[in-house]
């Protein structure tokens, strides 16, 4: 059973900085892309972040130059470092990652269970 818990996440005000963390474990191979979404309320679940097993990035234009994705593989974990934070980035932020459960190439879609950023203004 692999799990995805995310920390990290709170109530700031705007202009001011949170880093968000989530750290897989269970009986896992290796883990390829890793990535953020969030969800406001009313809206559609978008993609804020990702990261390759590599260490290549992508971001949302909404977040370029604010938000910085990393990973630490060793630890099974990614982060997202939030700067500049906007009443526009309140959302609940969701963790997911694709997941190699065996040495075969069949990967395994895994989301964490959420955690809530609200900024104030």
């Known amino acids: 059973q692999v799990q995805l818990v995310e920390s990290g996440g709170g109530l700031v005000q705007a202009g001011g900085s949170l880093r968000l963390s989530c750290a897989a474990s269970?009986?896992?191979?290796?883990?390829?892309?890793m990535d953020w979404f969030r969800q406001a309320p009313g809206k559609q679940r978008e993609l804020v972040a990702g990261?390759?097993?590599?260490?290549?990035?992508n971001y949302a234009d909404s977040v370029k130059g604010r938000f910085t994705i990393s990973r630490d593989n060793a630890k099974k974990t990614v982060y997202l470092q939030m700067n500049s934070l906007k009443p526009e980035d309140t959302a609940v932020y969701y963790c997911?990652?694709?997941?190699?459960?065996?040495?075969?190439?069949?990967?395994?879609?895994?989301w964490g269970q959420g955690t809530q950023v609200t900024v104030s203004s």
């Open positions: 990261i390759t097993k590599g260490g290549s990035t």
């Open positions: 269970g009986s896992i191979f290796s883990i390829n892309d």
């Open positions: 997911h990652a694709r997941v190699r459960l065996t040495a075969d190439l069949r990967e395994y879609i895994y």
